[in-house]
């Protein structure tokens, strides 16, 4: 999941980034508009219902490879 939603957000990872490059506790401060960005963009891809679709997905994926094995 973390994988994905890094994938997916990379853009916004990246801006965080820049913004962030050379700086030290100014960051929270000068980069709040980036982090926020990133941490909507992240939120989609890491939820309870997002977590609960890969579960599914997962036992599909178990129980098919389970009854292919017999």
């Known amino acids: 999941m973390k994988r994905k939603a890094l994938k997916e957000c990379d ?3 990246s801006k965080y980034a820049q913004c962030a490059a050379g700086k030290t506790i100014s ?3 000068q980069c ?3 982090a926020k960005e990133l941490n909507n963009c992240l939120r989609q891809f890491t ?3 997002v977590l ?3 579960k599914k997905e997962y036992m599909l994926h178990e129980n ?3 009854t ?3």
């Open 11 to 13: 853009q916004y990872t």
């Open 27 to 29: 960051i929270v401060r």
């Open 32 to 34: 709040r508009k980036q």
């Open 47 to 49: 939820n309870d219902a």
């Open 52 to 54: 609960e679709e890969m």
């Open 64 to 66: 098919q490879k389970g």
């Open 68 to 70: 292919s094995r017999v």
